[in-house]
């Protein structure tokens, strides 16, 4: 169902939007990876993605949409679960959980506004839906939206999405 109108759409791309004036008429030069380490604030998803082997995938020529969650989105899962999953036998399900976070293609706000659900990396879906002005994926919110990367985007999130068993 398409709730969404141009002006509900516009005002949220305003909203949202934290494209740097930096990256206004300059192409950027840092991938995916890179941008989230010069950030700070996603230390957790820098480490998961070292043990998940799937740093040089991001580094990649892309395009990728990654919606990243920040460190305190990984700070809300159950006591443990982090530490859990950085275990080397517990990779598969570590990728599985990162490439959730992941589209094969460059999807600014714009075009997410208009979309119902896309396609993560690992095959499954992700729900899209506006709620009260804002943008959430399943049920995490998208805080930050269009940071443009040489191969991509990154949106952020403040809830890690947890793939579907």
């Known amino acids: 169902m398409k709730l969404r109108t141009l002006l509900t759409s516009a005002t949220l791309i305003a909203s949202l939007s934290v ?3 930096a990256h206004h008429g300059s192409k950027p030069t840092n991938d995916i990876v ?9 230390t957790t ?12 995938a991001l580094k990649g020529e ?4 990654v919606f990243a969650p920040t460190d305190e989105a990984f700070a809300k899962l159950p006591k443990g679960t982090v530490e859990m999953l950085l275990k080397p036998e517990n990779k598969a399900k570590l990728v599985d959980i990162l490439t959730y ?38 049920d995490s919110k998208v805080i930050k939206t269009d940071i443009m990367t040489s191969n991509g985007i990154i949106h952020v999130i403040d809830t890690v999405l947890i793939p579907q068993s």
């Not at 890179?34 to 996603?42: K, Q, R």
């Not at 998803?45 to 040089?56: I, R």
């Not at 976070?101 to 899209?128: F, M, Q, R, Y």
Request: aromatic content about 4%; proline content about 3%.
């Open 19 to 21: 494209a740097s004036a």
């Open 34 to 42: 890179d941008t989230a380490v010069a950030a700070g604030s996603f």
């Open 45 to 56: 998803l820098a480490a998961a993605l070292g043990a998940a082997d799937l740093v040089g």
């Open 62 to 65: 892309g395009p990728f949409t």
């Open 101 to 138: 976070h992941v589209i094969a293609a460059k999807v600014p706000a714009a075009t997410a506004l208009t979309l119902d659900k896309a396609e993560a990396l690992n095959g499954k879906s992700i729900a899209l839906t506006l709620r009260g002005g804002n943008l959430f994926l399943n």
